[in-house]
């Protein structure tokens, strides 16, 4: 998108940070406007796409505000709230417990937990393969993650609407609500940082995970993928001996 930097490796992590920090007061308000009051829904669709019995133990990765751990508790799980931003976690409703910590740098030992969610976050990590990685190396195997992130429609005429929506008028109106039009820049130029779906699905093939999926909703603005932790992710050295 013209006009929007879009930083990379530390100075992209750097700025996420501190963008996230000023928009954790009016986040989740912002969200439900220019979502049309369709993130929740999304929000509970990524939890069925998890297909783990009640009671498994699930990380909501970069969690923000916790509207995803909601709904992981809300699914009779364990939800536990990971974020880079001590103002989005400041700024959390949640009940479940919330750690400040990197989704590179997991604070959370080999294969110990049964499920992964992460939503509208992948576009704002340094680097995305790392990151499945480290997903991989977390989950027991058998364990499912699911991310949840914007997306480009592929029909001509969904593709125009959103242009028009997501380009232009959230910007503008995420700027009004929050203040921080910048901010509501970036949001929609960074699914340029995403691989387009096929691309995205090999990169969890090839960090650990089988049964890979990909589905789309509202016209195709919205992506849910998902995989299986396979019993044998790729080994690269950073898995430690049980
Ligand atoms: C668009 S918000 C999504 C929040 C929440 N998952 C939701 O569904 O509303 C993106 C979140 O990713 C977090 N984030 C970005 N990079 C991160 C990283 N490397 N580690 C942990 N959290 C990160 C930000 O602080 C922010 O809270």
Redesign the pocket.
């Known amino acids: 998108m013209a006009g929007v930097t879009l930083p990379r490796g530390d100075a992209k ?1 750097a700025a ?2 501190s963008m ?1 920090d000023r928009l954790a007061p009016r986040y989740d308000r912002v ?1 439900r406007v220019i979502s049309l009051g369709l993130d929740q829904r999304w ?1 509970k669709a990524a939890v069925v796409a998890l297909g783990l019995p009640a009671g498994s133990v699930v990380l909501d ?5 916790g ?2 751990c909601d709904a992981v508790a809300a699914a009779g799980h364990h939800a536990i709230g ?4 001590a103002g ?1 976690l400041r700024a959390a409703h949640c009940d479940a417990p919330l750690v400040r ?4 740098r997991l604070p959370t030992r080999d294969a110990k937990v049964d499920g992964i969610v992460c ?3 992948l576009r ?3 680097a995305l393969e790392p990151f499945f990685r480290e997903c991989a190396r977390v989950l027991r195997s058998g364990g499912r993650l699911v991310a949840l992130d914007a997306a480009e429609p592929t029909g001509a005429v969904a593709r125009m609407g959103h242009a028009l929506w997501f380009r232009r008028l959230v910007p503008w109106i995420g700027g009004r609500l929050s203040g921080d039009e910048a901010a509501y820049r970036y949001l929609p130029a960074s699914t340029a940082y995403l691989p387009d779906g096929p691309g995205l699905l090999a990169m969890m093939r090839g960090t650990g995970f089988v049964d890979v999926q990909r589905t789309t909703r509202t016209a195709g603005a919205v992506q849910i993928v998902s995989g299986t932790r396979s019993e044998s992710p790729p080994m690269d050295g950073r898995e430690t001996p049980t």
């Open positions: 992590r996420v940070e996230f969200n929000r990765l970069a969690c923000g505000t509207d995803l990971i974020d880079l931003s989005m910590a990197d989704t590179l939503g509208f976050a704002n990590f340094v």
